[in-house]
């Protein structure tokens, strides 16, 4: 309990380049990078907005250094993230997927991949812009909080609520709350760097 305690109570940390960063980021050359160079960074471009869609799902009962590990594994697996490509994959491809040792091979998370891919098809063709449906949650703007250890970070809130909802009614999976929230963080609609971490002080 007493190290649950310390963790929860972390502050930014500070690290051996001199660079104070969210203590969740740890020390591991792949995190840091995708702290420093990624998440909390607005999206805007439909494709990699569709992608992190899909990645944050693949995470649910997993570390998301877990899924970053496996990012180029995906990518490969699943046409680069083609949308139209991935909506037509039949029984042949599924099965492809499933032996596939470079993502998880979870039958519900692969079959969502492709429920995804349909859904996503079908928001562009009724509105245009996968964008625009995704960052009216935050009214287009971008979301700001600063707590101070890693216990104020959040893990859902009413704008994730609300994508979560509109997201299952829409036909997508793997898009509960927790993973909505997780989501818009890591496309920047919530930028939620720990006070005193300084990616958090970029304009």
């Not at 625009?132 to 935050?138: A, S």
């Not at 793997?174 to 939620?192: H, L, N, R």
Request: with cysteine.
């Amino acid at each position: 309990m007493a190290r649950d305690s310390e963790w929860r109570n972390r502050g930014a940390t500070l690290h051996t380049d001199g660079k104070r960063r969210c203590a969740w980021c740890g020390t591991d050359p792949l995190y840091i990078a995708y702290h420093d160079l990624e998440w909390g960074i607005p999206v805007h471009r439909d494709a990699p907005l569709f992608e992190m869609l899909c990645l944050e799902g693949a995470q649910a009962g997993l570390s998301w250094l877990t899924i970053l590990r496996k990012r180029e594994s995906y990518r490969l697996a699943f046409d680069r993230f083609d949308a139209e490509k991935m909506a037509a994959y039949g029984p042949a491809q599924r099965a492809r997927l499933l032996r596939n040792a470079g993502i998880v091979r979870n039958r519900l998370k692969v079959d969502a991949f492709i429920d995804n891919a349909k859904a996503y098809l079908r928001i562009l063709a009724r509105t245009g812009s996968f964008d625009r449906y995704l960052w009216q949650f935050t009214d287009g703007c971008i979301v700001r909080r600063r707590p101070l250890h890693l216990a104020g970070i959040r893990t859902c809130s009413p704008e994730s609520d609300a994508m979560s909802r509109v997201l299952k009614k829409d036909g997508f999976r793997f898009v509960g709350t927790t993973i909505c929230y997780a989501f818009m963080q890591a496309v920047g609609m919530i930028d939620e760097h720990q006070r005193y971490c300084w990616a958090g002080k970029r304009p």
